[in-house]
């Protein structure tokens, strides 16, 4: 099947995860597509592949040459719950050529402001139709992996080892490496094919903490409030203004952390603030929590009671200092993009993935690209070029 016909199946199906659910998966409408994934392997020929009770698949395809690496590939079955993954009607720009792609009427996806597009000339590229997200993160790493699934099968002679199949629910809100069943999966290392950018090779990321501000404040009838209400969510905004303002999403980039508040709630008895803290030198982010605990402190002791607790949530680690013990994974996948006449380069991910925390649990888990851009809104497309040659990428990955 041509790729882009198969990314296309895929985007029909909503599969928008939820961050407020408590069940697993946390919407239950991405099991759709997860049984649709165990069908097609079937008719592929995968009679192994599953879906367990959380919602994975998995499947496996058995070495025709002993002796070689178990490699491992994931992709993410969730969309992002930033924009709407439903009734999705995206389209193909043919031989894309620099200039403006009008999504609808009022909606123009524009090299002027989406710089990245004029890396792609010439190219086909699937985009939205301005209303929705287009679900190409990570979809297209889905088909991707199918399609790389589905030449290996026809073409038996090219030597592998064992390969492990995993596609998962919920990372779009980081969950979805919680329940990964790596008896099943059984690799040696593996990828996740979820990123952006098929040049690139991630094996860096953020150290990652929660941090949750519970605010205790005093509630008196407005009437007869003087000298004795204290306002929680106004120390909540509060709290927010004795924090360093260049050390946010919007005046960091590269290797420079952040804090960033995330959801902000409350009313004059009782306020939450909670933030993401991010940093790729661990040393750096405890400087943050420490931070957090002076302001803390500080506005305790102006109050004149333990008005303030905070709880702090080790969320992943940055997986460079666990690749760094064995590279085998980065080296291999490095010859690969030669192979297919790609230059590669390393880019710190300014996040996390599922792969920083199966890293931290002992599976080594760069990050692939899949030609994807502008994820999580109605600007995002894919171009279907580079869709095809990351097949490649996957195939010259195993077959050493």
């Given amino acids: 099947m041509k790729i882009e016909d198969r990314f296309l199946n895929y985007v029909k199906f909503d599969t928008q995860s939820d961050e407020n659910s408590t069940s697993t998966p946390s919407t239950m409408k991405q099991k759709k597509l997860a049984a649709y994934l165990v069908n097609e392997l079937h008719e592929m020929g995968i009679k192994n592949a599953v879906m367990n009770e959380f919602g994975e698949v998995y499947a496996r395809l058995e070495a025709n040459c002993p002796g070689m690496d178990r490699i491992g590939f994931i992709a993410h079955m969730d969309t992002s719950p930033d924009a709407s993954g439903a ?3 995206p389209r193909i720009v043919h031989d894309y050529d620099g200039a403006d792609i009008w999504l609808n009427e009022s909606v123009v996806l524009s090299p002027k402001e989406y710089d990245n597009l004029l890396n792609h000339l010439h190219e086909d590229l699937i985009v939205t139709d301005g209303t929705t997200l287009l679900g190409a993160d990570d979809k297209a790493g889905i088909a991707i992996i199918m399609n790389f699934v589905e030449t290996l099968l026809s073409h038996p002679n090219m030597l592998h080892g064992d390969i492990g199949i995993a596609f998962t629910c919920d990372e779009e809100v980081g969950r979805g490496a919680e329940n990964f069943d790596f008896d099943t999966f059984g690799c040696d290392y593996a990828y996740t094919v979820d990123g952006g950018d098929i040049h690139v090779i991630a094996y ?3 150290n990652a903490y929660e941090a949750i501000v519970n605010i205790q404040g005093k509630s ?3 009437g007869s409030a003087k000298g004795k209400m204290i306002n929680a969510a106004l120390v909540g905004i509060e709290f927010n203004q004795c924090l360093n303002p260049l050390e946010t999403p919007q005046t960091t980039s ?3 952390g952040f804090h960033h508040l995330v959801d902000f709630h409350g009313q004059c008895e009782q306020a939450v603030l909670t933030y993401i803290l991010r940093d790729h030198d661990e040393s750096k982010l405890m400087k943050k929590i420490e ?7 500080y506005l305790n002791k102006k109050y004149g009671y333990e008005m303030i607790h905070i709880d702090f949530v080790e969320q992943y680690k940055n997986m460079r200092s666990y690749i760094e013990k064995d590279m085998r994974c980065v080296e291999k996948a490095q010859r690969a993009l030669n192979q297919c006449s790609l230059d590669y380069y390393t880019e710190a991910i300014r996040g996390g993935t ?8 002992g599976l080594n888990c760069p990050n692939l ?3 994807g ?3 999580h809104g109605k600007y995002e497309y894919v171009s279907i070029q580079n869709m095809e040659k990351m097949v490649e990428v996957l195939l010259n990955i195993v077959s050493e």
């Fill in 291 to 297: 931070d957090f605990k002076i302001v803390e402190e």
């Fill in 87 to 89: 009734d999705i009607h």
């Fill in 204 to 206: 860096e990321n953020f």
């Fill in 354 to 361: 599922d792969g920083a925390v199966l890293t931290y649990q």
């Fill in 220 to 222: 008196i009838h407005p």
């Fill in 369 to 371: 690209g899949t030609g």
């Fill in 254 to 256: 590269g290797y420079e």
């Fill in 373 to 375: 851009e502008n994820f």
